[in-house]
């Protein structure tokens, strides 16, 4: 039952973003490039972020179980 109301909320959360998105390409004709490039630096900014973190944890984990043995 819970992937059936994800996939269902999913969904619809689809087809309200994207009526969205041409409602305000209809009154802003650029809009739309502008926020595909702003999300796609944010993502890649937070994949950056999320790849540096795991290092740093990786790292640590690695010298507390060399240090153990």
């Known amino acids: 039952m819970f992937l059936v109301g994800t996939v269902i909320a999913m969904g619809s959360y689809t087809v309200f973003i994207g009526s969205c998105s041409k409602a305000l390409k209809e009154k802003v004709p650029r809009i739309t490039k502008k926020l595909t490039w702003a999300s796609s630096l944010v993502a890649i900014g937070l994949e950056i972020e999320a790849i540096e ?16 043995h």
Do not use: P
């Not at 973190?53 to 153990?68: C, I, K, L, T």
């Open 53 to 68: 973190v795991g290092d740093v944890r990786y790292e640590d984990g690695m010298q507390a179980w060399f240090a153990s």
